[in-house]
């Protein structure tokens, strides 16, 4: 018998183990251009949440009872497909489940590299791209622009700052210990960085860390810590809206100041960004990133949970800030 974890409930507020189901079933038998995938590591992911709710949103919710799904990459175990030999190892949008069948559409062979599997969920994969495209596209940085960054010290958030160091920007990251405020200095090559548990005053520690005021603010995280970056941005500025992970536990949506005064005063551009709408973009994000990582620009780091019956807790400890760089569920 194998393992799959189906969502029990909808989680109200922040989401509980009890909101996860883990259902035992047969191990599933494969027919003609079928493989049979075992996985290697499960990606959990802040987006998440918001499938695991009602409503409308840029990807349908998750049913009741149904598996959760997120990226995944995972071994070929057996193939009836001429496209799939077994050992090949596959990344993909694939179920919580420790065995599944496939027919290969959707998934993407992985080449053997230098760079290790798991990459292929974190700056080789989903978050990357979202690093690399939001800020390019939406944030159109130039030489000596003033990025600041939410969420830093996270999987898009690490990846953000680095590029817009290479692209010749200064960058100031916001996260929530001092040991990621260490890392984005140290691991990461920010200039500056601010711990928003510890501060205070976060409008008056970013126009201190930001001098010459913010040009780009690549947002991951919402709610107050984005006000406080809106108190300091320059004239043409442009917002990154990638995230908003501080409120998408909130039952009712807190209120904040107003935007709009902010916004026509320094004809500033502020969008959201979902990676669906720059699809065609992506392999060339990969490529850059690819090349960036093996020439030594660029790092990474990863928080790998070891074990299948751990996956829930890795996804509920997003919420904690308990991951430093990409949290990776290795099976
Ligand atoms: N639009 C898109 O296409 C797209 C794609 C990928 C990701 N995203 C979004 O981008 C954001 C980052 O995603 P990720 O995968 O890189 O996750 P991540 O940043 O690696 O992990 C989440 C981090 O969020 C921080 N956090 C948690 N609760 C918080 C709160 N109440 N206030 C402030 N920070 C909080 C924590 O760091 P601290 O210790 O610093 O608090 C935690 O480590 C998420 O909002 C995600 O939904 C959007």
């Known amino acids: ?22 259902v035992s079933e047969e191990m599933p038998k494969i027919t003609t251009d079928e493989i049979l995938l075992k996985t290697s590591y499960i990606s959990v992911d802040p987006y998440l949440r918001g499938r695991m709710s009602e409503g409308k949103s840029y990807i349908a919710p998750f ?6 799904s997120s990226g995944a990459i995972a071994e070929v175990v057996d193939s009836n497909n001429s496209d799939f030999q077994k050992g090949d190892f596959v990344s993909g949008l694939l179920d919580w489940k420790e065995y599944q069948k496939s027919k290969g559409k959707g998934l993407l062979k992985i080449a053997p590299s230098k760079i290790s599997l798991s990459a292929h969920l974190g700056i080789l994969g989903m978050t990357g791209a979202t690093a690399f495209l939001g800020l390019t596209e939406i944030g159109a940085p130039k030489r000596g622009d003033t990025i600041v960054v939410s969420g830093a010290a996270g999987a898009v958030g690490s990846a953000v700052g680095q590029i817009g160091k290479i692209l010749g920007c200064r960058v100031v990251g916001i996260a929530g210990s001092e040991e990621k405020v260490e890392m984005l200095k140290n691991t990461f090559g920010f200039d500056e960085a601010i711990n928003y548990n510890t501060t205070h005053n976060m409008t008056k520690a970013i126009a201190e860390a930001c001098p010459k005021g913010v040009d780009i603010y690549f947002d991951n995280v919402g709610g107050s810590i984005s006000d406080a970056v809106l108190a300091n941005v320059n004239r043409f500025a442009r917002l990154i809206i990638c995230g908003s992970i501080s409120i998408y536990n909130e039952t009712s949506i807190p209120m904040g100041p107003r935007v709009e005064g902010v916004l026509i005063k320094n004809s500033a551009l502020m969008q959201g960004f979902t990676l669906g709408d720059y699809a065609g973009k992506v392999p060339g994000a990969i490529k850059q990133l690819s090349q960036w990582l093996l020439e030594g620009k660029l790092t990474f780091a990863e928080t790998v949970v070891e074990g299948f019956n751990n996956i829930p807790q890795a996804f509920m400890d997003l919420f904690e800030g308990k991951n430093k760089g990409k949290m990776i569920v290795k099976i």
């Not at 909808?10 to 009890?18: Q, S």
């Open 1 to 22: 018998m194998i393992q799959t974890i189906t969502l029990n409930s909808r989680p109200v507020g922040k989401p509980r183990l009890t909101d996860f189901k883990f």
């Open 63 to 68: 049913e009741l009872h149904k598996p959760i």
